[in-house]
């Protein structure tokens, strides 16, 4: 079963095979099914096969040190035999697909139905139709050429149809067509270090060939299977492939197999690609779950109403690059509790719809009874059955009104709204760096009550410089002059730097004349590099003589150790290792310093404490980063054990000490000052020095000093957040986070700790919203956990990226501030189109209602309700969510979880506004005629010509809802509501384009509009009506909201819906019904849900059975993982989610709380 699915699978890839298999050593099938294997097998096979792997690179005709040559042709013919490092999405949704979604909507189907029927009336001209017994209202002065118009109505009602649909079908399309704009930016982005032709080149994922020599390191997300060459200390965690979170140590002899899709988790090193694209480990699982997707679909369908873009196109998915890290990622987005604001938003949705259904049955059945009753009751018609068709279209225009009140009183404009608001703030986000991975972090941002902050990079410039040093027993405030250090200790110290770190690190001479020399690799190893220069020393012609290769061990720097340590072999056979790191961590390792003659002498520990007070603490409270230098000679035999690391890393000799200068980026204190005056607090965690974390927190302005705050280090957190037993409280945490400002050594964990505690804490009565930054992979749990995770886009790990929700491009900290704006402002542009959505809505429904009740006829008709529910919803959602910010929306506080989205401000507006309206449009009703002196239009006839009365209130009602959009543009009770109206062309365009079109309309829209042309004056009435809502607008901003206190807010989440998912498991099935209930066609986020779910669940089978024969043979504890999981009593996609997102880099008990 297994060989048949693969050869099917793979056939398509192999045509070329045959003939181009011979020009390299090995076809592709061999090299796919050697990646097949792990761990001993892997290597026995190697050596049955081909001996090493320098023979695998030989028959790959590229070389381990000198990589590919890189020619055009020779790349060209790789990518035809082995295929490209793509992964190829999945088709977009065509046009008519989405128009045939658009269709689905039910209340556009009822209208349908009842516009046919009409039509079919309409044609069908019965026996009895002239028989005076009939209805009374049928004997109408009617001429005969508006009988013959009566199906102009249903005509007319479908050409609506069609109208919204299209415009519908257009907005999911350009929606979807930014997506895949922002997918392949981000695609493009992705860039993995080469070897090709001996120069170390950056290249784009997708340009990866098989044969590449490939540079991985610390951080990285493999793009590619391949095996390992050499390099040190390599450590991977494969989780996303077997679901093991132990990492797996990688090493030529033992397990040489790199594959894609898994992370570097620690370590450095050289890899030959074998396979790439949907040959590689990730293709695989890729291509299966387009196949299985395909089964699985189809079954699915009638389950699967809501979905629209796949899941491919859910997330901006790095086609060609470790997918199922992504499906993880997206299994635990949703993991997330629903964006708080399409909690809201869903809720009141089905409200209001339900509110609608009730009012339109009651119409129906009012305005039926009313008909029975006056015909067959009070008039004593009996029912003749040549009568029944007159009766039937009666009974189906009563039953169009009714569908009219439904489709006006259901605001599908609502997830459009949000949808607008939302792909229009990203994409003017992306001007201000920030790209957004998922478009609801753009709106938690707005909510947002807590920043965590790394200090690297974000609120410095990560750009390090040595400015002071201690070496040779003297403290130098400013580098020395290079003649004033001892020779021997010059050269151990640049041997020292040179040697001890990653030989990528470089310092490149400037792009531009008068510029800073470019640094390259690790900021804090280009600044000691630089000091090397600056003491006019060359570290290159070090490392040429002492190249990578030849390094005997390397440990590399991990957040544990907190140090690197790099051992080379001596010409005496002997060893010596040089160490640098965090100097407190490195000096209670050093027994000896090299005094002023480079001569070593014993260095006891109080002479340890008076350097840290003497030297260390000063240089800290400059807001330097101090690190020591340090080596160690050890003899040739017996060779020490280097597993032994606690033995070796110890006895150190102490070279010098530097103070690394970082400094703080010009624009932060005020983009801080900008958090703290909205209401925001930042937090700096940082695993510096607390002193010297203390220093630039205080140049940043997050303390000020004689403030009341707490400085903490990591261990005194961890002392005082746990119990005896070590465990966690929430209840201690409570009492430090509201003080905390700056926690400095922390680790990864006390990171993802803290966020959890702020989360998770009841202490404020709001909850809380944190944001968090980071940029290594050991940053990926906490930006997990946060509601907002920012990743650095150019010093951040591929990991880290993976873990987030918004990439800052330029890595700085006041592009967070503006991503609190344009939250704060899609926050604001929902709230003012629900201000504005609602008004129309309750009077259009009340209009509808009571006229059908008192004259047995809707005085707004079916075709005019859709055109106001079109460009009130469609066009005014474009309009009113397309608002810029300004900088007045960092005066206010955060909203919070808990604020309604409706304040009882906007309930006073859409109240206020509502009894204007009615009072008018009632008026006009019952005593329009008299006033303009023309013929009433209540009780006419079936088939009437329309009237000018009618018309005029139709006219009047639209200009209302025209000046009313304008009222609605602020929400927060400002009296100027033109303030900044020229900023927002899209909303003047779309203001005149409504007035245009409506002239056009009532003019000339004749019988399909029910509307009869209007004279100048009585326009200029209709338009003064609409003017006086703008005065109207300020009577009601001078009423006092304190003082009405009996309106309701609406739109508010509850308590319980705030608790997770997971722990809701009953509520799940409820959530998904009510999003049912919306407008299925519009909402981006509910869409990939589904899909997700049966691709984490093909994924699931295919690792828990053995029916995929070494596709991906697997361990068999996962077998037994799934095997638990199924078990689990919630709904099995809740549990599988669980299961496929444990947060990578914890131990399993704390995956479990994560």
């Known amino acids: 079963m297994g060989d048949m699915t693969n050869s099917d699978f793979y056939s398509k890839n192999q045509r070329n095979e045959s003939s181009h298999g011979g020009e390299f050593g090995c ?186 020599i490939a540079q991985v390191k610390y951080g990285d997300l493999l793009p590619a299977d391949g095996l390992f060459i050499q390099g040190n200390d390599l450590k991977i965690d494969e989780s996303s492939l077997t679901g093991e979170s132990d990492q797996v140590r990688k090493s030529v002899d033992k397990d040489p197999m790199l594959l894609s899709g898994t992370h570097v988790m620690e370590g450095s090193g050289r890899m030959v690609v074998t396979a790439v694209g949907v040959n590689s480990q990730t293709g695989i699982i890729f291509t299966l779950l387009g196949a299985g997707g395909e089964e699985e679909e189809k079954k699915d369908k009638k389950a699967k109403q809501q979905d629209g873009a796949a899941a491919m196109e859910m997330q901006p998915l790095k086609s060609a690059e470790g997918g199922d890290t992504d499906d993880k990622k997206k299994a635990s987005m949703h993991k997330k509790e629903k964006s708080v604001l399409q909690g809201k938003l869903t809720k009141l949705a089905v409200q209001i719809g339900k509110a609608g259904l009730v009012m339109s049955a009651i119409t129906v059945i009012i305005l039926v009874l009313y008909f029975t009753v006056d015909t067959f009751v009070v008039n004593q018609k009996p029912w003749l059955p040549e009568c029944t068709p007159v009766y039937v279209q009666y009974f189906v225009k009563f039953f169009i009104i009714g569908v009219t009140v439904l489709v006006v009183a259901v605001p599908e404009g609502l997830p459009l709204a949000v949808t607008i608001s939302l792909a229009y703030s990203v994409k003017k986000m992306m001007k201000d760096n920030n790209l957004v991975r998922h478009l609801d972090a753009c709106e938690t941002m707005g909510n947002a009550t807590a920043i965590c902050s790394d200090k690297t990079g974000t609120l410095t410039t990560n750009r390090m410089t040595v400015v ?151 240089m800290a409270c400059d807001g330097l980063r101090t690190i020591c230098v340090a080596y160690r000679d050890l003899p040739g035999s017996p060779e020490p054990d280097w597993d032994n690391e606690n033995d070796i890393l110890n006895d150190l000799t102490c070279i010098c000490v530097v103070g690394i200068e970082d400094p703080v980026r010009p624009e932060v204190p ?17 695993g510096d020095n607390i002193n010297t974390a203390r220093a630039i927190a205080i140049k940043c302005g997050i303390i000020h000093p004689g403030e009341d705050f707490l400085c903490l280090e990591g261990k005194e957190f961890n002392r005082r957040i746990r119990n005896e037993k070590g465990e966690i409280e929430q209840e201690r945490i409570d009492k430090i986070w509201p003080k905390l400002r700056v926690l400095a050594r922390s680790s990864p964990t006390d990171k993802h700790t803290l966020v959890k505690g702020i989360i998770d804490s009841t202490h404020t009565e709001q909850r809380q919203v944190v944001a968090v930054t980071g940029d290594g992979t050991n940053d990926g749990p906490a930006l997990k956990k946060a509601d907002v995770g920012f990743a650095m886009g150019i010093a951040g790990t591929d990991v880290a990226k993976e873990a987030s929700d918004i990439i800052l491009t330029d890595d700085n900290f006041s592009s967070i501030v503006k991503a609190v704006m344009w939250g704060r402002n899609v926050y604001d542009s929902i709230s003012k189109f629900l201000q504005f959505q609602l008004t129309v809505n309750v009077v259009a429904v009340i209009v509808a209602f009571t006229g059908a009740c008192i004259t047995q006829d809707s005085p707004l008709k079916a075709v005019q309700m859709l055109w106001v529910n079109l460009i009130m919803d469609t066009f005014a959602s474009l309009a009113l969510a397309t608002e810029p910010p300004t900088e007045s929306l960092l005066l206010r506080k955060p909203y919070g979880r808990n604020k309604p989205l409706i304040s009882r401000t906007m309930m006073k507006n859409i109240l206020g506004h509502a009894v204007y309206q009615l009072t008018l ?138 608790i997770p998912e997971e722990e809701l498991n009953e509520d799940v099935e409820e959530i998904d019904h009510a999003e049912r209930e919306l407008r299925r066609g519009q909402i981006l986020w509910f869409r990939g849900l589904n899909r997700i779910q049966t691709q984490i669940e093909v994924v699931n089978t295919f690792k828990s059975g053995a029916s995929f024969q070494g596709a991906l043979r697997r361990q068999s504890s996962v077998t037994s993982q799934s095997q638990d999981v199924a078990n689990l009593s919630s709904p099995s996609r809740v549990s599988l989610s669980n299961a496929l997102s444990s947060p990578t880099s914890l131990p399993p008990a704390a995956a479990g709380q994560g």
């Open 670 to 686: 005020e983009a801080i000052r900008k958090c703290q005056r909205a209401g925001i607090t930042v937090r700096m965690v940082t």
């Open 921 to 1058: 449009i009632f008026t006009l009703l019952f005593v329009g005629e008299k006033m303009f002196q023309i013929d009433s239009g209540r009780n006419a006839p079936l088939h009437s010509p329309p009237s000018e009365h009618y018309t005029i209130i139709f006219n009047t009602f639209v200009m209302m809802q025209l000046f009313n959009e304008i009222n609605a543009r602020k929400i927060h009770g400002e009296r100027n509501v033109f303030d900044g109206i020229f900023r927002n062309p899209i909303f003047c365009t779309i203001v005149l384009g409504t007035f245009t079109i409506q002239i056009v309309i009532v003019q000339f829209g004749g019988k399909p509009f029910s509307c009869s042309p209007l004279q100048l004056d009585q326009w200029l009435w209709c338009i003064f009506i609409g003017l006086g809502e703008l005065v109207w607008g300020q009577v009601i901003a001078t009423i006092p909201t304190s003082r009405l206190k009996f309106l309701k807010e609406a739109g508010r989440l509850t308590q319980k819906e705030e």
């Open 27 to 212: 076809t592709m099938e061999e090299l796919r099914s050697l990646m097949e294997l792990r761990g001993t097998e892997a290597v026995v096979k190697i050596k049955e096969t081909y001996g090493d792997t320098d023979t695998i690179c030989r028959r790959l005709k590229t070389s381990p040190v000198e990589g590919l040559p890189g020619t055009a042709p020779d790349l060209e013919k790789r990518k035809q035999i082995f295929g490209q490092n793509f992964i190829p999405p999945k088709k977009p949704k065509t046009f008519l697909q989405l128009v045939w979604e658009a269709l689905q909507d039910v209340t556009l189907i009822i209208l349908e139905i009842a516009a046919i029927i009409s039509l079919g009336l309409s044609f069908y001209h019965p026996p009895g139709e002239n028989n005076e017994g009939c209805a009374t209202a049928q004997a109408g002065a009617e001429d005969e050429g508006e009988a013959e118009a009566g199906w102009i109505e249903g005509a007319a009602i479908l050409l609506s149809v069609i109208c919204v649909v299209l415009v519908t079908a257009f907005n999911d399309w350009s929606k979807e067509k930014q997506f895949r704009g922002l997918q392949s930016r981000i695609e493009q982005e992705q860039k993995f270090t080469v070897v090709r032709a001996g120069q170390v080149v950056q290249i784009p994922v997708a340009e990866i060939v098989v044969g590449d």
């Open 468 to 618: 002071q040093v201690y070496v040779g027993d003297v403290h130098y405030k400013e580098v020395p002059d290079p003649s004033s250090i001892n020779a021997k200790t010059m050269e151990l110290l640049v041997s020292a730097i040179a040697i001890n770190s990653a030989y990528t690190t470089k310092i490149l001479p400037p792009e531009k004349e008068g510029a800073l020399p470019k640094q390259v690799g690790n900021k804090t190893e280009c600044g000691l590099l630089g000091f090397v220069l600056d003491l006019k020393q060359d570290y290159e012609s070090v490392r040429s003589q002492m190249p990578e290769e030849k390094l005997y061990k390397v440990y590399t720097f991990n957040s544990v150790r907190k140090s690197m340590s790099t051992v080379i072999k001596l010409p005496d056979e002997s060893f010596r290792m040089y160490s640098k790191g965090a100097s407190e961590i490195v000096l209670k390792k050093c027994c000896k310093i090299l005094n002023g003659a480079g001569e070593p002498r014993v260095f006891r520990p109080r002479d340890r404490d008076e350097m840290v007070k003497k030297v260390i603490e000063p």
